[in-house]
């Protein structure tokens, strides 16, 4: 079930508030919790008892793993391997089979067949359970004591298939006690309201230019048709994965609770180190606190600082997909970081601005052309046409694959993309009655335009629920 799907917006959300708003508060965690099982088992009823089982043994293990005061806890290790088993199994298992077999192929044997379903947002509920668990060992969080409340905090669908990653540290009270008032309810709905535009207003139809012009045999594509085709896919996954952060923010306002920002216009970055810094966000953070800083962080010299940032990127890539190209996408921002960390960084913050601010756009946009494409040769075919290094076919023309619509819509999204909202609102910040009218008006506005879209439009899933 879709945030922007019609069946979401207009029957799920408003039977779940109306129930919501309707019940004493001791009965609120318990509805909320079945209306969140419901929500995924519409998308995903096959596994719904193994989301039930990965929250139950967490639970328990949590329980376990707070009882041991000094010494080995073996709990705890177990709890990881654990979570990490399932993980591994579900998502990695054939890729893993695959590499691991293909030397059978050099003896001319066949290839045993397997194929395993993903369940949706495994990668999300897993990296819930994991930093429950650690914080747990860490002493960071007392274990929670009631089953029901560690059941909302892993199944609350505001945050349930895509993120973004909520820790138990951050909304556990919340769970426990909270509150909606008139303010927080409407600043949800306007953040739900921006966050349905993101996504069928301007992602979904940077998707139609993208897609289409990605579909094209190579042998047509020129460089002006690629560079179009990758702008509009950066545009797009920002804008995608952007929109489900604000229509989850927004709907966990709506029930009272607060999630962490996800992203902080992460194209106005000088670098690639902060680019990291406002490009989902939550996932960046976790693997810096579970991950990165385990390993010594920056602590131990120039050498073990830089394997440590490509152990970590190599599996931030390995996290969005089993495949050598999500491997290599993540490499190839490890290296960047680690040529910033080196030298680059210095050379950047002795640059020109507008120099730091191209050198960061052009190469995050290679690297969505490595990410949006299956084969790392494919991309170097690409690239190749892209700098003029290979021929291109200039016989199809741009605007053949780009209406005028859709170039407004370009257009938009790159100024959206830009913090020129949050600038009119500091220029306006004397002004707070035209500007809290022109805020309404402006929300209503996109939100019946949304909606418009949503009825006149054809399914298109977050890029980030494959994850």
Not at 121 to 141: C, E, N, Q
Not at 328 to 335: F, H, R, T, V
Request: proline fraction near 3%; aromatic fraction near 20%; include cysteine.
């Amino acid at each position: 079930m879709l945030f922007s799907s019609p069946i979401f917006l207009f029957l799920f959300l408003p039977t779940v508030l109306v129930g919501y708003f309707l019940l004493f508060r001791k009965h609120k965690n318990l509805f909320l919790i079945l209306a969140s099982l419901f929500f995924y088992a519409w998308g995903e009823t096959t596994y719904i008892f193994l989301l039930l089982g990965i929250i139950l043994i967490n639970y328990l293990f949590a329980l376990r793993i707070s009882k041991r005061k000094k010494g080995l806890d073996l709990w705890f290790y177990f709890g990881i391997l654990t979570n990490l088993g399932i993980l591994v199994y579900f998502k990695y298992l054939v890729f893993f089979a695959s590499f691991l077999l293909k030397p059978l192929v050099l003896l001319n044997l066949s290839l045993p067949s397997v194929s395993l379903y993903t369940p949706l947002g495994i990668s999300f509920i897993t990296f819930h359970a994991l930093s429950y668990l650690i914080d747990v060992k860490r002493k960071t969080i007392n274990p929670e004591k009631k089953f029901s409340k560690f059941l909302l905090y892993m199944c609350l669908f505001p945050h349930l298939i895509a993120g973004p990653i909520v820790r138990f540290k951050d909304i556990g009270r919340q769970i426990r006690k909270r509150g909606v008032s008139l303010e927080l309810f409407s600043s949800g709905v306007a953040r739900l309201a921006v966050g349905l535009a993101k996504k069928v207003v301007i992602a979904d139809t940077c998707a139609t230019v993208a897609d289409r012009i990605f579909a094209i045999r190579p042998y047509y594509l020129s460089s002006e048709l690629l560079w179009i085709a990758l702008l509009a896919y950066t545009l797009q996954i920002y804008f995608d994965f952007s929109g489900y952060s604000d229509m989850a923010i927004g709907l966990a306002k709506m029930f009272g609770f607060n999630f962490n920002e996800n992203f902080n216009y992460p194209y106005i970055s000088r670098s690639i180190q902060e680019f990291w810094k406002r490009w989902h966000m939550t996932l960046s953070s976790w693997f810096r606190d579970y991950v990165y800083i385990p390993l010594g962080g920056s602590q131990r010299g120039l050498t073990k600082t830089c394997l440590n940032i490509l152990i970590v990127f190599t599996l931030t890539g390995l996290w969005h997909g089993a495949s050598w190209h999500f491997v290599m996408w993540g490499l190839y921002y490890g290296i960047l970081l680690v040529l910033e960390r080196l030298f680059l960084g210095k050379f950047l913050a002795r640059s020109w601005k507008p120099i730091q601010y191209l050198y960061t756009i052009f190469a995050v946009m290679i690297g969505w052309l490595i990410f949006r494409t299956d084969s790392l040769n494919y991309t170097l075919f690409l690239l190749k046409i892209m700098f003029g290094l290979t021929p291109g076919n200039h016989t199809l023309s741009p605007f053949i694959f780009v209406s005028n619509y859709q170039l407004l819509i370009l257009i938009i999204a790159i100024f959206t993309a830009l913090p020129v909202v949050s600038k009119i609102n500091q220029t306006l910040s004397n002004h707070q009655t035209v500007l809290q009218f022109g805020k309404t008006i402006f929300i209503i506005t996109l939100f019946i335009y949304s909606i418009i879209s949503v009825a006149g439009s054809t399914f298109a899933p977050f890029i980030y629920f494959r994850f």
